[in-house]
């Protein structure tokens, strides 16, 4: 057996579940398209677990990775017939992850008030969307607003259309009184 062979065979046992379950199709020899829609993730995170393993493992091709994942699990089920009835494997003594606390059997700190507190004590809220929320601030008057809304508006932008009209003749014959004098 190569020496990089033997190198990814003494990676594998330190990987991840879901890079395990990854490498399982990659040893199937599909693609990272495939074993994304296999599985219900992204293309991309299929790809992340990979290049993972691969940086852990020297960076092999990925033919190399499917046939050593593939020796491993051949190896993998010839070590469970060899075990028996062995189901699991033992605990470890000291998990990394899971920092040092209470024990399993002690219960949780609390303090006075969670004893005292009861259902009666609990408040209700009232939960609406910002749109159906009513505004502090009203941006249109309530007299456009009301129950002939569309007909108050439409009288509204009539009257600032011709009261914008009127600006303008008075402008225009200001300027032609001005020109008229010059």
């Not at 490498?23 to 599909?30: G, I, P, S, T, Y």
């Not at 749109?131 to 809304?149: K, M, S, Y």
Request: charged content about 25%; aromatic content about 4%.
């Amino acid at each position: 057996m190569p020496d990089s062979t033997l190198r990814l065979l003494e990676a594998f046992p330190g990987l991840t579940a879901k890079q395990h379950e990854v490498l399982r199709f990659v040893a199937e020899n599909r693609t990272s398209k495939e074993i994304a829609w296999e599985l219900g993730i992204s293309e991309s995170a299929v790809n992340q677990r990979i290049e993972g393993v691969r940086s852990r493992t020297g960076s092999p091709p990925r033919a190399e990775l499917a046939r050593a994942y593939r020796l491993y699990q051949q190896d993998g089920a010839a070590d469970e017939d060899a075990a028996g009835d062995a189901t699991c494997k033992p605990l470890p003594g000291k998990i990394p992850q899971v920092p040092a606390g209470t024990g399993a059997g002690q219960p949780w700190p609390r303090d006075d008030r969670a004893r005292t507190r009861s259902p009666i004590d609990a408040a209700t809220y009232g939960f609406a969307a910002s749109w159906q929320r009513e505004r502090e601030g009203r941006v249109v008057p309530e007299v456009l607003d009301g129950a002939h809304a569309g007909l108050s508006r439409t009288a509204a932008m009539i009257a600032i259309a011709v009261g914008i009209l009127l600006a303008g003749l008075v402008g225009l014959s200001v300027v032609e009184t001005l020109s008229n004098l010059i």
